[in-house]
């Protein structure tokens, strides 16, 4: 079985999510977020140059650890390996999903939202997974159920964390990681306001690194 991803994250335990149109765009957001002290980011496969943006990031900011999300197929797993991604991520588990992100040897986290998904996980070896997504998913609620019942099984939660329920989060014994797009707004990203970004970077890392 690959590394964990809790071997592997940089700076405080979050996650934030880069959604960028172009290499360039990614690299300025990621500049931002690792002004703001983020160690580690995800680059969502949503728009076309995202694997572009994931090389880009990793030859302009080396500190940074880079993974790729939204992984749903074994070629989106290759094409992200290839592209330089250190780390993977998905929304779902399926398992085609999990024997491809296997195979392909970086430490990852496939998604989960239901005590058989995490079995279906945890009987690949697999014992850290995204929750997702975790606001409508039940929360620091569910979260807290399923600590009892799955005690080896750590969670990277995403989906509906931002600054008000962070803290939160991250003060589960079962999270590693918190993820999400609340550092990085489309409109600010839009508007290429990285001083803002680099600001609520800062007030998360500062409630992580607590
Ligand atoms: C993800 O891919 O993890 C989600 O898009 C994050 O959800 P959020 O936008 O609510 O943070």
């Not at 943006?53 to 197929?73: E, N, Y």
Request: glycine share 10%; with cysteine; net charge neutral.
């Amino acid at each position: 079985l690959p590394v964990l991803l809790s071997g592997v994250v940089k700076g405080p335990a979050l996650l934030p999510i880069i959604q960028a149109d172009t290499p360039a765009q990614a690299v300025n957001i990621a500049k931002a977020l690792s002004e703001g002290g983020i160690g580690s980011v995800e680059v969502v496969l949503r728009t076309r140059e995202a694997l572009a943006g994931i090389t880009a990031i990793r030859s302009a900011l080396p500190q940074l650890l880079v993974g790729a999300g939204t992984i749903l197929s074994a070629s989106d797993a290759t094409a992200a390996k290839n592209a330089g991604a250190q780390f993977l991520v998905s929304p779902a588990s399926t398992p085609t999903l999990l024997e491809a992100m296997i195979d392909c040897g970086l430490p990852f986290a496939p998604g989960v939202a239901t005590p058989s998904e995490i079995a279906m996980a945890f009987e690949y070896g697999l014992t850290e997974v995204k929750f997702f997504p975790a606001h409508l998913s039940g929360g620091i609620e569910m979260l807290k159920a399923l600590s009892s019942i799955f005690q080896q099984v750590r969670f990277c939660p995403t989906g509906g964390i931002g600054q008000q329920n962070l803290a939160d989060f991250l003060a589960l014994p079962n999270v590693f990681v918190a993820g999400g797009s609340w550092l990085t707004p489309a409109a600010m990203v839009k508007a290429g306001q990285w001083q803002q970004i680099s600001q609520l970077a800062a007030t998360a890392s500062a409630i992580a690194n607590k």
